[in-house]
């Protein structure tokens, strides 16, 4: 057998293989290539639902007539909102305090960070001014 006649034989057998395997090599390699991106908290509309939730029982607990009773139920939720606030802000791109500091956000800070939020586009409760006399949103 000649080299023109092995290579007569060879180059469709060659072409054949190639054209089965090499798109999916590619798929493989472009797979790799470009990683799978994944959110790295909860989906936007979940925060804000929250922060809605925690903003309308904070304003349940502090028209309450027990809120001597459940001062301590009122700092809890506030430290939630204020740790849901970071969270969102982080997630829309507002500029926020350090979610290490969420517990002890001030009056002022939970306030300018819910009104950023809410410049942003994010809606919350028409009555998110309202604060309890210790200065705690």
Do not use: Y
């Not at 390699?29 to 809605?52: H, M, N, S, T, Y």
């Amino acid at each position: 057998m000649t080299l023109r006649n092995l290579l007569i034989f060879a180059v469709p057998v060659t072409s054949a293989v190639a054209a089965g395997v090499l798109p999916r090599c590619w798929a493989a390699v472009r797979d790799r290539r470009q990683p799978e991106l994944k959110p790295l908290g909860p989906p936007i509309e979940q925060l804000a639902a929250d922060l809605r939730r925690l903003l309308r029982l904070h304003g349940a607990l502090t028209v309450s007539a027990h809120s001597a009773l459940c001062a301590h139920r009122v700092w809890a939720v506030e430290a939630a909102i204020g740790a849901r606030a970071i969270e969102t802000a982080a997630a829309l791109g507002v500029p926020h305090p350090d979610p290490s500091a969420a517990p002890s956000l001030t009056r002022t800070e939970l306030s300018a960070l819910l009104s950023a939020l809410a410049a942003e586009g994010l809606v919350l409760p028409r009555w998110v001014g309202h604060f309890t006399l210790d200065g705690r949103l």
